[in-house]
């Protein structure tokens, strides 16, 4: 149930969506994963395009993630869930908060791909329900009901990530049917046999890697890639990432306090292996 009008009222009011549009740099955004509107607020200031508020690793609950999608939009930042499991009422409970886009993971096959934007999609492209009166207040301009019933189906961003090896071998054809492939690092190379230890990554994790992208390209469709740091972050933007997560504020969090203390104490800071 697409508008048909390319410059739509949500359309501009999809910050992440626009920066893809425009294609001039990479979106780079953080990972919440502690709960808490005032974590989400400082995380949305911190420059960051979008915010991924993890409801499937992270200490997110429903409640918690309907306080933090509408904390993030309202610093004009995009805020972006990514649901604890592939199942259609968690697609709709996430979209239903007002955010801008989904992200799903640990997909399989093309079918669950399939099935995935069936659930995030209005009919008749999809079967999601309508009724939520808290999703449109979290797009500036604010669109109404029926606006936002015709454009929502354009407009919000349906992502996946690539992190199983049955996921890699199908992504040729998975990459056409979504707006973003993801990419989990760790994940992906445990699954394809090849785990992330000690921050190495084995060149069998960079063939996968590449190929990802590629079939993203081919497809015209966006790439994205979870990363532990802003110099790693930094070598994926130049590789031609549309999509890049510089830090969670977990790992941030810990690593600041801990390299504060050093400076206090007056001890040597210890380079430690990238983690998530």
């Not at 995380?43 to 690793?57: F, I, K, P, T, Y």
């Not at 992270?58 to 939009?73: F, L, Q, S, T, Y």
């Not at 199942?87 to 640990?106: E, F, Y």
Request: include cysteine; charge should be negative.
């Amino acid at each position: 149930m697409a508008s048909g009008n390319p410059t739509s009222k949500m359309l501009t009011a999809n910050p992440l969506k626009q920066i893809f549009t425009q294609e001039s740099r990479p979106a780079m955004g953080v990972w919440q994963m502690l709960p808490g509107a005032n974590i989400s607020r400082i995380l949305a200031r911190s420059g960051a395009d979008w915010v991924m508020v993890d409801c499937e690793h992270g200490n997110i609950d429903d409640a918690a993630m309907h306080e933090a999608v509408p904390a993030i939009a309202a610093l004009g930042v995009s805020p972006i869930v990514r649901i604890p499991d592939l199942q259609p009422w968690m697609v709709k409970r996430a979209l239903d908060s007002g955010a801008h886009g989904i992200l799903a993971p640990l997909i399989r096959t093309v079918e669950d791909v399939k099935n995935l934007v069936t659930a995030a999609k209005f009919p008749p492209e999809g079967k999601r329900g309508f009724g939520s009166p808290i999703a449109m207040q979290n797009f500036n301009p604010m669109p109404t009901f029926t606006e936002y019933l015709q454009q929502a189906n354009e407009s919000l961003l349906t992502m996946v990530q690539i992190e199983t090896q049955e996921a890699l071998d199908s992504v040729e054809e998975i990459a056409p049917l979504v707006d973003v492939i993801f990419i989990g690092p760790f994940d992906l190379g445990n699954n394809i046999g090849h785990p992330i230890i000690e921050g190495k990554m084995d060149p069998e994790l960079d063939e996968a890697i590449e190929r990802i992208l590629k079939a993203a390209v081919t497809a015209g469709k966006k790439c994205g890639i979870f990363c532990t740091g802003g110099e790693q972050a930094k070598r994926y933007a130049d590789k031609g990432f549309n999509m890049i997560s510089v830090a969670t504020d977990y790992t941030l969090l810990g690593a600041a306090m801990a390299d504060s203390l050093t400076i206090a104490r007056g001890q040597e800071k210890q380079d430690k292996p990238a983690s998530y």
